[in-house]
């Protein structure tokens, strides 16, 4: 059985979305609503690969080896 995962640069992501969408990049002027983000990064990956999905990998440096909030939302995701 063939399977997908994906890896997501939690920094880039926020950066050029919120320039996208938005016109900022600095992540603290974007509010993310990471569980609709993970669906819809899954929901795309899957359509467009035809395999079944086996994991979602999510990394972002924390200064000073403290977590943020948004850390903590991303870790609580399943």
Known sequence: MERFAVFV???RLLAEGGKLCFGVSKRAEIDCNYESVAAGLIDFASRHCGC????????DGAQ???????????????
């Open 9 to 11: 640069d939690a920094g």
């Open 64 to 78: 000073k080896g403290i977590p943020t909030l948004d850390h903590l939302q991303i870790a609580g995701l399943t």
């Open 52 to 59: 079944s999905f086996l994991r979602l990998y999510w990394y």
